[in-house]
Structure formats: C-alpha cells, structure tokens
C-alpha cells in the first residue's frame, strides 16, 4: 500500500525559505517518478518539480532556479527546498508518486494530503 505524508509547510515572508518533506511509504525510488505538485485557491493544479527513477530533475519556469527537488532513499523521503518565496507561491503543495514507469507521466496516482504554505510581502 503507497502512502504519501508531507510536512514542513508554513507562512514566511516574501525571500524567505521552507524545506517540504513527504515521507513515503510502499514506493520504490529505483523506479518510477515522484513530483511536486500545488494548487491555490481558484487555481489550476501546478506542476512544480518532477525527479525521475534516474535522478533526472525538472522544473515549471515559475520555480526555476529557487526550487530544488531531492530524495533521499534511505529515509524514503522526498524533499522540496524553497527558496526567495514570492507570495505567488503561497498554495497548497502535494507530493505524488507514479510507480513503476520509466517515463515520467502528466499524471500521478499516488497523492499526499498536502502542506499549506503561505508566503506574505
């Protein structure tokens, strides 16, 4: 059974930064692929950052450069540091998993119940 927990939400000012944890459990890191998603209020989902079975990272252009994905496979635990946070960040942020696939797909079918993090100017 895959369960997806995360942790490390929070507010913060504008230039501030939050690491996101998602502990996992049930998920293999040597395959598949796990994401960072978010979704504010009235807002479409977003697809943040992706890390592959291969350590291939990607990023939206909104995060870019202030973002970084990371996993750690002995505490089966992805990560999520954001840095300079900008009040366009503050959304809802989910963590996800796509097991057992080698490409990386649009969607996930393994959710966590997601963080709040909330970025004031």
């Known amino acids: 059974q895959v369960q997806l927990q995360e942790s490390g939400g929070g507010s913060v000012r504008s230039g501030g930064s939050l690491r996101l944890s998602c502990v996992t459990s049930?998920?293999?890191?040597?395959?598949?692929?796990m994401a960072w998603f978010r979704q504010a209020p009235g807002q479409e989902r977003e697809r943040v950052a992706v890390?592959?079975?291969?350590?291939?990272?990607t990023y939206a252009s909104s995060v870019k450069g202030r973002f970084t994905i990371t996993q750690d496979t002995a505490k089966n635990t992805l990560y999520l540091q954001m840095n300079s946070l900008k009040p366009d960040d503050t959304a809802m942020y989910y963590c996800?998993?796509?097991?057992?696939?080698?490409?990386?797909?649009?969607?996930?079918?393994?959710w966590g119940q997601g963080t709040q993090v909330t970025v004031s100017s």
């Open positions: 996800a998993a796509a097991p057992l696939i080698t490409v990386c797909p649009a969607s996930y079918k393994y």
């Open positions: 890390i592959g079975w291969d350590g291939v990272t």
């Open positions: 049930g998920v293999s890191y040597s395959s598949g692929c």
